[in-house]
C-alpha cells in the first residue's frame, strides 16, 4: 500500500459509524426540553451540538457527546440565585426522565448525563449573552460560568479550511493514538495543541493523505517538545484548558517510532510499524498478513488466540489507569517490574509476577479486564501465544509466572458504561529460559 492508500484508510476507519442514532438522541432530548420549556416540538430549534461532534474532530470510538440547550431568556430570573444551577439541572434532568423512564440519567456538577448503550450525551443547560456566549451552571461553585463553544468551532472550521482539511484529520488521527496508549488527554486539548502546531507551519497548507506520514512525524516532535503546563488556552475561546496528565514521553516514543516507520516505507511491514503508533484502526496489509500467517504456521504449528479489546467495547480513553508488578522468587518480594525495566535489571526464569493496578480515577462502578500476550519464537514452539482478554478475580492484580524467553505484554482495562475509559499495558522482557 501506497502512503496515501494507508492513510486514506485509516482517515475512512475513523469515521463515526453509528451517526444517524447520536443524531436520533439529540433530536428527541431537544425535543422533551423545547416541549418542556418552549412548548414547541422542534428537533433542532435552541440546541448545539459542542465538544468533539459539534466540532467535527469526533471519531467513531467516541462516547462523551456534548450538547448546549439554550434556555428562554425570560426565565433567567428564576435561575439567578445561589441555588439556581442545582435547581436547573435537577429540572432538565427530571424532563428527560419523565419522557424516557428507562434511560439512566444523573446530574453531573455542570451538566446532565443521558446514558446510552455505547454512548453518553451532557446536556447543559444555558443562558445565551449577547455576545454569544453562554452561561452554564457549576453547582461545585454554586455560580453561573461562561463557555464560548461557538468561537471554537470558528476557529477550527476555519483553520481546517485554510489547511485542506488537514487539521481536522490531524484531531481524529491524535483522538485514535491517545486511545492507543491510553492517555487521558481531552479532546478540546487534543484540537488545541493540533491547531497550535498547524497554525505555526506552513507545510501543510495544501498536502493531502501522501504527506501524512510526514504530518505524523512533525507533530508528535513538536508535541515532545512542548514545555509541561498546566492548562493551555483553547483555541478561539482562549479559555483555560486542563492538562490531566502529561503526553511529552509518549509523544516522543511515537516520534521515534514515525522515523522508523517512515525508513520502512518500501517495505511490506510498514503498516505495522504505523500500527504502533494508531492503533487497531489503522489498515493493515492484508497481503503481507496472510503470506507471513501461512510462513509461520507451517515453521511452528501454534494457534493464535488474541483478543483485542475494540472488537468487543468501543474504547474511548477519559481516565488514567497505571499497572506495575511485583517480582518475587520464594516468597520474597526482590523488585517493581518498571523499576528493573529502567535500571536494566534482566528478568530472569522462576520469578513469580504480581501485576496490580497502582492508580485508577475511574468512578464506580467500572469493571477491569486483564490480557497477557506472550510473544516470541518459544511463545510459538510451545504453541502459548494466549492473549485471551479475561476478567479480574476482584482483587484488582493478576499472577502469572516468567516461564520462557520472550518480550511478552500484559494489559489492562477499565470498561464503564459498556465503554473502555482506561488502560495501560506492561511490557515483560523475560531473558532467560525456564
Not at 141 to 151: A, G, Q
Request: proline content about 3%.
Amino acid at each position: 500500500m501506497t502512503i496515501s492508500e494507508m492513510f486514506s484508510e485509516f482517515i475512512s476507519s475513523l469515521t463515526i459509524s453509528n451517526a444517524d442514532i447520536i443524531s436520533q438522541r439529540y433530536g428527541e432530548i431537544t425535543t422533551v426540553l423545547n416541549k418542556q420549556f418552549r412548548d414547541t416540538e422542534s428537533k433542532t430549534a435552541n440546541t448545539l451540538q459542542v465538544g468533539s461532534f459539534g466540532r467535527k474532530t469526533a471519531i467513531d470510538s467516541t462516547s462523551d457527546l456534548d450538547m448546549l440547550y439554550i434556555m428562554p431568556k425570560t426565565s433567567w430570573n428564576d435561575y439567578n440565585d445561589d441555588n439556581g444551577s442545582l435547581r436547573i439541572l435537577n429540572k432538565v434532568r427530571d424532563v428527560i426522565i419523565n419522557r424516557y423512564p428507562k434511560t439512566e440519567v444523573k446530574v453531573d456538577r455542570c451538566v446532565v448525563s443521558a446514558i446510552y448503550t455505547d454512548f453518553h450525551i451532557e446536556i447543559q443547560p444555558v443562558f445565551e449573552q449577547d455576545d454569544k456566549s453562554y452561561k452554564y451552571p457549576d453547582t461545585y461553585d454554586k455560580c453561573w460560568k461562561i463557555t464560548k463553544p461557538r468561537e471554537e468551532i470558528d476557529a477550527i472550521t476555519d483553520m481546517d479550511s485554510y489547511k485542506n482539511g488537514n487539521l481536522r484529520n490531524l484531531c481524529k488521527m491524535v483522538r485514535a493514538w491517545k486511545n492507543k496508549y491510553g492517555l487521558e488527554i481531552g479532546g478540546l486539548l487534543i484540537d488545541t495543541l493540533a491547531y497550535n502546531f498547524i497554525g505555526q507551519t506552513q507545510e501543510y497548507n495544501n498536502k493531502s493523505y501522501s504527506y501524512y506520514d510526514l504530518l505524523s512525524r512533525d507533530f508528535f516532535k513538536y508535541l515532545s517538545e512542548e514545555l509541561e503546563k498546566n492548562f493551555y488556552l483553547a483555541l478561539g475561546s482562549n479559555q483555560q484548558v486542563k492538562v490531566k496528565q502529561p503526553f511529552q514521553a509518549k509523544a516522543k516514543k511515537s516520534y521515534n517510532l514515525c522515523l522508523e516507520a517512515i525508513e520502512s516505507e518500501k517495505q511490506k511491514n510498514a503498516n505495522e510499524k504505523w500500527k504502533k503508533i494508531y492503533g487497531r484502526p489503522f489498515p493493515i496489509n492484508k497481503d503481507t498478513t496472510m503470506t507471513e500467517s501461512f510462513n509461520a504456521t507451517t515453521s511452528t504449528n501454534f494457534s493464535n488466540a488474541e483478543q483485542f479489546i475494540e472488537d468487543f467495547y468501543r474504547v474511548d480513553i477519559r481516565y488514567t489507569l497505571k499497572i506495575d508488578c511485583d517480582v518475587s522468587q520464594n516468597g520474597f518480594k526482590e523488585h517493581r517490574l518498571l523499576e528493573m525495566i529502567r535500571n536494566r535489571i534482566p528478568l530472569l526464569a522462576k520469578k513469580s509476577l504480581k501485576f496490580r493496578i497502582t492508580k485508577i480515577n475511574v468512578l464506580e462502578p467500572y469493571q477491569i479486564k486483564w490480557k497477557v500476550l506472550n510473544r516470541g519464537y518459544e511463545a510459538k514452539l510451545r504453541n502459548c501465544i494466549r492473549g485471551e482478554i479475561t476478567d479480574d478475580e476482584g482483587k484488582q492484580e493478576k499472577v502469572e509466572s516468567t516461564n520462557f524467553k520472550g518480550n511478552h505484554i500484559v494489559e489492562c482495562y477499565a470498561i464503564k458504561d459498556g465503554v473502555v475509559v482506561a488502560k495501560d499495558r506492561i511490557n515483560v522482557p523475560i531473558k532467560t529460559n525456564a
